[in-house]
């Protein structure tokens, strides 16, 4: 499942197998708060030129309504709080679960290693531009939740984006929530706890785990429905930013001291595109073939197997592949290549020493040994690496969606001129594959 596009299930799994045994439980423990305490860890923070706010937003409670985690640029704030790299303890028994072992132990390992980090962003802070904001919706990989890209979602609302980062509901999230109306018998036990972070006290919350592929279960069925779905809610989201655009916000289910109000007119709607890792990349393929309001999409690291070989020859729009070295394999590339266009850009990078998780954030959480054992980091250093990727990104952005920027000062890492990035792939493909 990790060669396909799982975010975290090997490097936890051995994470989880290193700390159960007796006689290492102190060098974990010690090995932990090293991790806490350490200056040279943690989400690096956004460099563009505003600050940076985020709020969550869910419009309709129930599972079939949009759910993201919002980035924006924002007014700096004394007072507002960075919020944690992980919401609540059910995410880190979402990620037992998709690695299937045992929940207690594991949520105690996952929040000695990854619970003390904070994302580069104010939570709930006011919103502030000089200007209309171009959107991004950001669809997140196998296993992963809204918040575990914020290194690429943070930096881009910094550079004036308005960025969407998509919860999906496809099962494909290792752990997602939404929330169902209480029963009479509910209703009127009053020992039934109240939801604290929910705007109706006639709302229950329902918590939504990964699916496991069931015994002599075919993958590509199940992958092709869900890409699908996450192509949908992508759209939804864009939906509701039209909304709250327009003026008209609704109703937030979550309890959340944003005003939302105040993103009224404040999105460049005729600049949207979508970016993806992994499943997410497959997902920004997806997207584009269903939406022309997206203006062109990002891919990092893209797993193609989900995706119809039918809709290839359907995506008119332009799209940039951004590969790490270790990842891809021929059949994988092969599938990227059948997007190739005489008249519509497609571009293709690799950054030379990175591996897949080079893109999420755990790679900015462990040390330099323990991130190479557990896959998490390549040879490159991962904050050079995330900025080749950033930088990569807003100067195609600039050019396929007609902004006026100065992102094309990084115009020549779009055909790989860096020391750091191969043009193109370096996985041999053979014509006849493509």
């Avoid at 350490?38 to 409670?61: E, Q, R, W, Y």
């Avoid at 171009?134 to 881009?156: D, K, M, N, Q, W």
């Avoid at 896959?375 to 050019?399: C, H, M, V, W, Y």
């Amino acid at each position: 499942m990790f060669s396909h596009g799982g975010l975290v299930q090997l490097l936890l799994k051995r994470v989880y197998e290193w700390g159960r045994t007796e006689q290492r439980r102190y060098t974990l423990g010690f090995f932990a708060m090293g991790n806490a305490c350490s200056n040279h860890l943690g989400i690096p923070p956004a460099k563009g030129p505003s600050a940076v706010g985020c709020t969550d937003f869910m419009m309709d409670h129930t599972g079939q309504g949009s759910f993201f985690r919002l980035y924006y640029p924002c007014q700096e704030s004394e007072t507002a709080e960075k919020p944690d790299w992980v919401p609540c303890r059910e995410y880190f028994n979402g990620l037992a679960d998709f690695m299937k072992i045992n929940r207690s132990l594991s949520e105690r390992i996952f929040n000695h290693l990854f619970g003390s980090f904070k994302i580069p962003a104010y939570m709930d802070a006011s919103f502030k531009s000089n200007g209309k904001c171009p959107v991004i919706i950001f669809s997140h990989g196998l296993g992963a939740f809204r918040t575990l890209y914020s290194a690429i979602c943070a930096e881009l609302a910094s550079q004036g984006f308005i960025v969407a980062s998509v919860e999906h509901r496809d099962q494909s999230a290792s752990a997602t929530f939404y929330y169902r109306e209480k029963t009479e018998s509910e209703k009127a036990n009053q020992s039934v706890p109240k939801t604290s972070d929910s705007a109706q006290d006639n709302l229950v919350k329902e918590w939504m785990y990964y699916r496991t592929l069931k015994h002599g279960e075919s993958e590509f069925p199940l992958r092709n429905k869900q890409v699908k779905q996450r192509a949908d809610e992508c759209i939804l989201a864009l939906d509701r930013l039209t909304e709250i655009n327009s003026g008209r916000p609704g109703q937030n289910v979550l309890q959340t001291q944003f005003d939302w109000t105040t993103l009224e007119n404040s999105m460049d709607l005729c600049r949207i595109a979508v970016v993806g890792h992994s499943f997410g990349g497959a997902t920004v393929i997806e997207a584009l073939c269903k939406e022309v309001k997206f203006k062109c999409g990002v891919a990092l690291d893209a797993w193609m197997f989900p995706l119809d070989d039918e809709i290839f020859a359907r995506v008119k729009q332009p799209i940039f592949f951004i590969n790490s070295e270790k990842f891809q394999w021929a059949g994988n590339i092969s599938r990227m290549k059948k997007l190739d266009s005489a008249v519509i850009q497609r571009k293709m990078i690799t950054i030379r020493g990175t591996v897949h998780q080079s893109f999420p954030d755990f790679t900015f959480m462990t040390g330099n040994w323990i991130g190479k054992l557990m896959k998490l980091k390549g040879e490159i250093d991962p904050e050079l690496a995330i900025d080749l990727s950033n930088k990569a990104t807003l100067a195609f952005l600039q050019r396929h969606l007609g902004l006026e920027k100065s992102f094309n000062q990084w115009d020549p890492l779009i055909d790989g001129l860096d020391d750091n990035l191969i043009q193109g792939t370096n996985i041999t493909v053979l014509q006849s594959a493509i």
